[in-house]
């Protein structure tokens, strides 16, 4: 299985820090060696690195983590092969352009059985249960928003219901951007944690390392951060509910929407509501 | 204006040295500062690298220069802005899928009046001519070739032809790869050059750098290298013919087309035959 990671930030912010630990799970303190990927949104473009290479010890990691991109939204991905080898075509994230924008998307997972009838607007590059997911998300918000690129107000509950088609075919966690929302879709695991004024310090779970995030933020800033695994010890990461999809906007949840099955036992008022 | 670097190998070869010469040109011997990109192409994947610095100073243009990457076709841009500002969505080489591989593109010139009709398959990202050239023509062929992606021996007259249907907009030289085939088009100025064994040395023209390439490579190897302006001041630099499209293979000539006015003048019997 894989882990995600990403930033959504009401400014630029770096994820030299983030990224330190996230990568040490790519080969040092986890199992997932079987290459990585970054994708830093920039306005309608997306500048994607990825690497088979473990993200443990892969030169292109060691730049990612010694030179910071500054992105409002960056998703991150390393990889344990469950389906297709190990190579470039595999590593995530998967990059494609729609209505002008570059999306961005991550899975951690494994579908079973998952092979949709793909119209040509999206292929698959490479073999990954993945990809092939994120072309039929893409087919299919495609043939539904025809004329012009809704916002996220339309496009939430259309994700939604896409995530929910295909999560009875494994495990479907998921990081979806085009750079102006992200999008986290947590079926079996994945939490997240905003931080806002005033800073504290920040303790990675994977390095001996702490930051003073008064430091390099201001009273402005506010940012969320979503990750398989908390990757902070001393913060208050919170889970998904099972099926959740959040979406964050400016570092901030815009809106989320949890499975009718799921609100009866947790938060009726939930679904398809703005939250 | 911009400048075009392209390699199309028999083997997985690295860019190092041509990329230090012609990097150089990105603000230091040349004015070409407004970003650069490199587009490795790595069996139906491409890992594309761009940054809106200048090449000659940008920290990734640095890490390029200095670690290698091996593949058997990469092709590199180094931008003077001419339309849509310095940003990341206007830096060469553009990529986009079609049939599940991923098609690099990097344009040197400026169209005018250049403003086709898209169908919605490919739209541009960024506000370039270029790009928008580059939507265009995939879209063409995507009408043209619906089915399956047809091989190089098809797909070249189908390129020469919309590469003639855009010239007449203004300067119009471009490097186009999938990955198995490099197809270059000189409209008003490109070069190129082949080397196989025996290998000799190489100079660089912007850098007082010499390369053996005989330490380097075997004697199996061979290569095609395709620029602006030669990058060695030491081997013999080929100008293609106006409006001539060279498609190569393998790190060989596989097929060139030279329109038929220009073929009056120069040497008939080539067009639309195999080399």
Redesign the interface.
Known sequence: MCQLFALNSLAPAAVTFAFTGFSARGGATGEHADGFGLAFH????C????DPAPACDS??AQ?LRT?PIHARTVLAHIRKATQGPV???NCHPFV??W????WSFAHNGDLKDFHPRLD???????QTDSERAFCWMLQKL?RRF?RALPDWTRLGPAIAELAEAIAPHGKFNFLLSDGRALYAYGATRLFWLQRRHPFGTAHLVDHDLTLDLATTNGPDDRMVLVATEPLTRNEAWQPFAPGELRVFVDGEEAWRHVPAAVTGRLQPGLVMQPA
């Open positions: 920039d306005g309608q473009a500048r994607r690195f990825v030169v292109l730049f030179h190579q470039l075509a494609r352009e209505q002008g924008r570059e040509g607007s999206y292929r698959p590059v490479g495609r025809r």
